[in-house]
């Protein structure tokens, strides 16, 4: 129990000393990240007037001769406007078009920040997460013509596609993954059993893109825990992700026979450059917090000046708020049951201190749990620290103490009676770095947002108007 109840004293401490300027922080930030990034109910300029007309009516809009389909945008759209109702096609456009912008710019010029592995060790692979949200996207927008065209199917569903499912024999798994009882520090293959995953058929299909599965097709598609499954010869997982490729394949193929495969391929391309424009923002500091690791932040914040930071100080005291002290009292009871009744006996109205010399069990007893004036300092015992996380003039909740394991439980109640509040010192550690990466953030914002709306300006675009209608 000591270590949780640390832990937990540890977020209280740090919600009550900080949680009024951050919520005024946080509040700040997400103004100006808005303002910024042009994320509001309407487009930072309007594409319908500043570019050129375009009338293929299979497309939306066409960026440096580059099409982005009106499929697309009908998708694209249908997805935002789940989440804001308001949200204007004209405004899912522009969001389109500079991804599209952005994502360039990404590839030439942040690659090595921004580009996902193509083998991650723990997570999936960044084309499997594609493929994966490209069907669950089609999933939502199409869910009824989907169903209907699987329930026209010979059989009603999928399984009328497959025509023969691997038997995966132990021998030939041995030969994929070793033997059983073998003790394992990672799940990975080496490239002679990825060559025998790739003669191990999972399931054949009628579907002309997925003639044959194999177990290799379907090991490259998991993640940490679904390679675990494969080395512990779990044939009904394998089988089971067999049959959810076999599903992403059928939307795909169905998507591509209603709407075209170059229109597909556009949306999967759409997609694709949002996570990447994802990765830029982030690297950029956009819905991070200032503690969060990105390499152009950290060089940002190195860049930042004293007196930066002190013009930051100035402008911005409320975020440095910090109590300097507080007056308690408290009092120990030997059980929780003990500890509940002082606390109904408080809220009707009895004197907290007259209540600690009848009721406590600690040696302050009879100058009614008086704890005195405590200070903010390094090292605080876990009850004034406690006291710290109160709110004056309430009564807390009974807290189990931290003792050890052979140690005689026992809970305390505390009610703060003063509390003085003031600042961080200007030229401390904590302002400086706070600062710093505050004022990092805000520089790597407006970097984003100028090169956003410099990609849009300089872009030669043609726009379909009727596509926004």
Request: glycine share 6%; hydrophobic share 35%.
């Given at each position: 129990m000591q270590a949780p109840l640390f832990r937990h004293l540890f977020r209280q401490l740090f919600l009550h000393l900080f949680q009024h300027h951050l919520l005024q922080f946080?509040?700040?930030?997400?103004?100006?990240?808005?303002?910024?990034?042009?994320l509001c109910a309407y487009p930072s300029f309007s594409l319908a007037q500043t570019a050129a007309a375009l009338h293929d009516p299979t497309l939306a809009a066409r960026v440096n001769g580059v099409a982005v389909h009106r499929f697309t945008l009908d998708v694209m759209a249908y997805m935002a406007q789940l989440s804001d109702p308001k949200t204007s096609r004209a405004v899912v456009l522009e969001s389109l078009l500079a991804n599209r912008l952005l994502a360039q710019t990404a590839r030439r010029d942040f690659a090595e920040y921004t580009t996902p592995a193509s083998a991650n060790r723990v997570g999936f692979a960044a084309e499997v997460a594609l493929d994966d949200q490209l069907s669950g996207t089609l999933r939502t927008v199409y869910r009824d013509p989907i169903e209907a065209s699987i329930k026209n199917l010979a059989g009603g569903n999928l399984n009328s596609l497959v025509l023969e499912r691997g038997k995966l024999a132990t021998d030939q798994l041995d030969l994929v993954f070793g033997p059983s009882d073998k003790v394992l520090l990672d799940y990975q293959l080496t490239p002679s059993q990825l060559s025998a995953a790739k003669r191990q058929m999972l399931l054949r299909s009628s579907l002309v893109t997925a003639t044959s599965i194999s177990l290799y097709d379907i090991f490259l598609r998991q993640n940490v825990q679904g390679r675990v499954e494969f080395f512990n010869r779990n044939r009904d997982y394998m089988q089971q992700q067999a049959m959810l490729l076999l599903g992403n394949l059928y939307l795909q193929q169905w998507a591509n026979q209603r709407f075209g495969a170059d229109a597909v391929a556009d949306l999967r391309l759409a997609l694709s450059e949002q996570m990447e424009v994802r990765a830029l923002?982030?690297?950029?500091?956009?819905?991070?917090?200032?503690?969060?690791?990105?390499?152009?932040?950290?060089?940002?914040?190195v860049q930042v000046t004293p007196a930066e930071v002190q013009s930051?100080?100035?402008?911005?005291?409320?975020?440095?708020?910090?109590?300097?002290?507080?007056?308690?009292?408290?009092?120990?009871?030997?059980?929780?049951?003990?500890?509940r009744s002082v606390i109904d006996a408080a809220a009707k109205g009895a004197d907290f201190s007259?209540?600690?010399?009848?009721?406590?069990?600690?040696?302050?007893?009879?100058?009614?749990?008086?704890l005195g004036l405590i200070m903010h300092r390094s090292k605080m015992s876990w009850l004034e620290e406690l006291a710290f996380m109160q709110d004056v003039g309430k009564v807390s909740p009974p807290f189990r103490a931290a003792v050890g394991p052979k140690e005689q439980a026992y809970w305390e109640i505390v009610l703060v009676?003063?509390?003085?509040?003031?600042?961080?010192?200007?030229?401390?550690?904590?302002?400086r770095y706070q600062a710093a990466r505050a004022l990092a953030q805000e520089k790597a914002l407006r970097q984003i947002s100028n090169l956003r709306q410099q990609l849009l300006k300089n872009a030669k675009i043609e726009i379909n108007r009727q596509s926004l209608g």
């Open positions: 946080f509040q700040q930030r997400l103004l100006f990240l808005m303002m910024v990034l042009g923002m982030s690297l950029h500091g956009v819905g991070a917090d200032i503690d969060s690791e990105s390499p152009l932040l950290n060089r940002l914040a930051y100080f100035q402008t911005h005291k409320e975020e440095f708020k910090r109590i300097i002290s507080v007056k308690a009292r408290h009092i120990r009871s030997a059980d929780e049951a003990s500890a007259q209540l600690a010399q009848q009721y406590s069990k600690a040696a302050d007893a009879s100058h009614g749990g008086d009676e003063q509390r003085k509040e003031g600042y961080q010192d200007p030229k401390s550690e904590t302002v």
